[in-house]
């Protein structure tokens, strides 16, 4: 019940952004990231803003970010270290990621990010358990952005609770990401 609602209002969200004018549009992109964990896959679609800034810009090149608000789905495939037993869960995040491109905005570009996220269940597959339902998720990544406005890249992606409940021994992908901007 709860993942159709949260479905519902992605839609909604991308019927707004169709809605509305490209100079005044609430989103500037959307994705879907593929990750592989050990004994665990995940598939996350995310809406992203562009900040519109320019830090430290030099030869072609600056620094600057976007919002990415996303929704992912993650099976477990070892749950609770029992071989072939599956669990499902959601997540929800909202990330800021600082991004060091050119100024054009194509090509190759690096990121970094640091975020919150919501479980929907507590993760505990194979040897690794989080014991919150809240989570951290910070990513470093690399892609290319291509002159037809979309983007393909990589990351490593980290989600812990910081250490402020036991056990916390973290969960790291390995993810692929396309992206379209529009």
Known sequence: MFAKKL???AAALLAVQAAQAADGS????????????AKVRMVRLGVQKDWNVRWFQSNGSHLSGYWDASFGFWRENQYKNVSGAHENLTDIGFTPVFRWENDNKKGIY?????????LSELYNNDTYRLST????GDHIGIGYVLDNNWEFGAK??????????????????????????F
């Open 156 to 181: 490593i992606q980290h989600f812990s609770n910081g250490g402020y409940r036991k056990p916390n021994t973290g969960v790291n992908f390995v993810e692929l990401k396309a992206s379209y901007h």
């Open 110 to 118: 690096y990121e970094g990010g640091i975020g919150v996220h919501r």
């Open 7 to 9: 479905i519902a209002a």
């Open 26 to 37: 609430v989103i500037d992109s959307v994705s879907v990231d593929y990750g592989s964990s």
């Open 133 to 136: 339902l809240f989570q951290f």
